[in-house]
Nanobody, 111 residues
Framework: QVQLVESGGGLVQPGGSLRLSCAASGSIFSFYTMAWYRQAPGKRRELVATFTAGGSTNYADSVKGRFTVSKDSAKNTVYLQMNNLTPEDSAVYYC?????WGQGTQVTVSS
């Protein structure tokens, strides 16, 4: 079973940026699609972005133009660059691949 570890969350002011990382225990991102999800308190888990092994990306409408997924295959790591953050982006962010999930990282957008 693959292990995924997210990092990079924190507290940021509205309009600010954060970069989340998802490190995998193996080179799975070269072969499988990964996804970023988020879940805010009292809400369902929401798909934020996907990144295929071939490098194709897809984004939720709510984050298009603000979030960008990228990959460093040498480090077995996928990133989620989040710009122009709003309080509505506050949530626990998870990465997922091969039916495995990380533990999540908290993002709080607040002044």
């Amino acid at each position: 079973q693959v292990q995924l570890v997210e990092s990079g969350g924190g507290l940021v002011q509205p309009g600010g940026s954060l970069r989340l990382s998802c490190a995998a225990s193996g080179s799975i991102f070269s072969f499988y699609t990964m996804a970023w999800y988020r879940q805010a308190p009292g809400k369902r888990r929401e798909l934020v972005a996907t990144f295929t092994a071939g490098g194709s990306t897809n984004y939720a409408d709510s984050v298009k133009g603000r979030f960008t997924v990228s990959k460093d295959s040498a480090k077995n790591t996928v990133y989620l660059q989040m710009n122009n953050l709003t309080p509505e982006d506050s949530a626990v962010y998870y990465c997922s691949a091969l039916n495995s999930w990380g533990q999540g990282t908290q993002v709080t957008v607040s002044s």
